[in-house]
């Protein structure tokens, strides 16, 4: 049985564009539930309509080759700093690690993100292990994983039990203050690394095991050859840079309620350019399957269906308001029950 929306909070926005740009209401109290909807998610109605006008969109689709190239690059440069910043005085380590070890970490994040839509080359398995590769620096195993998950994400958003980027019931109820708040956005790295656990646990298989021995062989020689500091620039750095960083706004940015009736936000801001452009969100929901190098053209096909949706204008203020509006909270998001109990079991193991 389907939740119905709340009584207090309108109706989801229209996915058809809208000639006239609406009247966007912001949040304007505190809630103290998710925004239940039965409607499906709007990106798959949305693409069906573009690809109708414009079916030429089809020509934006598929891998991008400088892709690999700015992964290898990535993971070279960060590799040279960790063995190297044994040598630093703490006042540049510290600096070094947060401006470009946390950036570089989060750009290789969404470096993994880009290839979980096979999008660094034409074939599946060298995505794959092109994945395992933009995952060394990081520190953590994750890229297999992430891929399960977020396509997940994708075709399931806001379906409850499924998309885990949705906090949980638990999240909710702690952070709605400013200080609970704020203590989420330093370590939200650990929320949501550990939520799929809890919410929508898989069975690991060999691939995730290759994750692992790969990202732990690398950290071992990390250790040996640059040392504990070594180590601890990329671990520290991969923290930071999904915490109180620039780049992280994104993760609170992309889907929560900020204008009631919307579910996701694009942002067309400088930070794009060390993020494969995750920023244009919509975008990328409507056709995963494109590129970041080729998400403007998207916009720039159909502009109408994009340019009367709210978009943020920095991720930094994303940030700040989150912690600092005390209308917006964990459970400022659009959640589903649309799928069946057996359904969902039987994705466990896919």
Request: charged share 20%; aromatic share 14%.
């Amino acid at each position: 049985m389907c939740k119905v929306e709340k009584s207090n909070l309108p109706p989801m926005a229209p996915v058809e564009p809208q000639a006239i740009k609406p009247k966007f209401v912001k949040a304007h109290e505190p809630q103290s539930d998710f925004h239940w909807t039965p409607t499906d998610e709007p990106h798959a109605t949305r693409r069906k309509l573009i690809m109708a006008k414009y079916p030429e969109v089809k020509k934006l689709f598929g891998h991008c080759w400088k892709t690999k190239y700015i992964i290898a690059a990535t993971v070279a440069l960060q590799t040279y700093l960790a063995l190297n910043a044994q040598y630093w005085s703490w006042p540049a380590y510290l600096l070094i690690m947060y401006c470009i070890g946390g950036t570089a970490n989060h750009a290789m994040m969404m470096g993994m993100h880009e290839v979980s839509h096979n999008l660094g080359f034409k074939k599946p398995l060298h995505n794959k292990l092109l994945g395992i590769f933009a995952n060394l620096p990081i520190g953590v195993p994750s890229s297999i994983s992430f891929k399960r998950y977020h396509l997940e994400h994708h075709r399931y958003q806001g379906e409850d039990g499924v998309d885990v980027d949705l906090p949980t019931e638990f999240e909710a109820k702690i952070f709605t203050n400013k200080f609970t708040k704020l203590f989420f956005v330093f370590f939200q790295l650990f929320f949501y690394g550990g939520r799929p656990l809890l919410v929508n646990p898989k069975t690991l298989g060999v691939w995730e095991f290759a994750n692992a021995v790969a990202c732990l062989s690398y950290n071992y020689a990390i250790y040996v050859y640059g040392g504990l500091s070594g180590l601890l620039y990329l671990l520290i750095g991969t923290l930071l840079g999904c915490g109180v960083h620039p780049v992280a706004g994104h993760f609170i940015g992309e889907h929560y309620e900020f204008i009631l009736g919307y579910e996701t936000y694009s942002y067309y801001g400088i930070l794009n350019r060390v993020t494969f452009n995750v920023g244009l969100h919509n975008e990328h929901h409507d056709f995963p399957f494109v590129p970041g190098s080729r998400l403007h053209q998207v916009r720039a096909l159909a502009p109408e269906f994009y340019e009367n949706l709210p978009s943020h204008k920095s991720w930094v203020k994303v940030l700040v308001d989150y912690v600092m509006d005390d209308n917006i909270n964990a459970y400022s998001r659009v959640k589903r029950h649309n799928l069946s109990d057996d359904v969902k079991e039987k994705m466990k193991s896919d």
